[in-house]
């Protein structure tokens, strides 16, 4: 059993079939990299089939399903298309995003205040099947309150702004955004919800957002698969758990 205050890893693989794909090869194998990132201690394997299938295919998603034993978390745009591959596979976790065709990554959050019904209806036939539906969002209580109310299980809270901040220096909006994302993750928690958090998350910026008290899982990608290039992905896996580790007991 682990501990109650454990954070959960899940890896997320997309960046190996960036790599992939770069060069129409059949190298890296993102479920290749997801097996090894379990065999290391990743709590679970996030993959992001996109519209336009520009890193995860279809296949891939096939393979993850058939190969992994932790959960997966199928990240996706809520699209007939992807609901139905989701009700096909009914993986552990569906986490919906926003999907920009121009965007380099998923940029904002979900405006589900905006998409209330929508979002209702979409997410009833996923959590019926037995999928924990979370909903990626901006740390903004209007949209924690309308992720409850259409009936998510869990929110994802966008870090990017807050790395962003981080990296370029900018001390004031740094602070903001990490006060809005402490206070959207006691408020989430408060109101049923399961709180996450991700993206553009690093060695430098983990251990703040780890030591929020109520948070359950951090999904981490691009960084973890960059610093593979130079120290193994495994070495990579373990310092990022050792560091959301330290942040938990301190
Ligand atoms: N969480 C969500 C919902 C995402 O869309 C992404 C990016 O695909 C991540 C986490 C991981 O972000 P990064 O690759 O920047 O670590």
Redesign the pocket.
Known sequence: MLPESHVRLGV?I??VATIRNARGSMYPDPVEAAILAQNEGADGI?A?LREDRRHIRDEDIDGLIAALNIPLNF?MAATEEMQKIALKHKPHAV?L?PEKREER??EGGLDVLKEENKLREFIKPLSDSGCRVSL?IAAVPAQVEAAERVGAAVV?LHTGAYCDYYYEQNQSKYETEFENLKNMCAHASSIGLEVHA????TYETVSQIAAFPELKEL?????LISDAVFNGLGNSIKKMKELIGEARAS
Not at 219 to 223: A, E, K, L, S
């Open positions: 997320n997309d960046h996030t992001h990240e986490c995003v990554t998923t990626f994802e991700g993206h553009g998350l999904n981490i990608g691009h960084f």
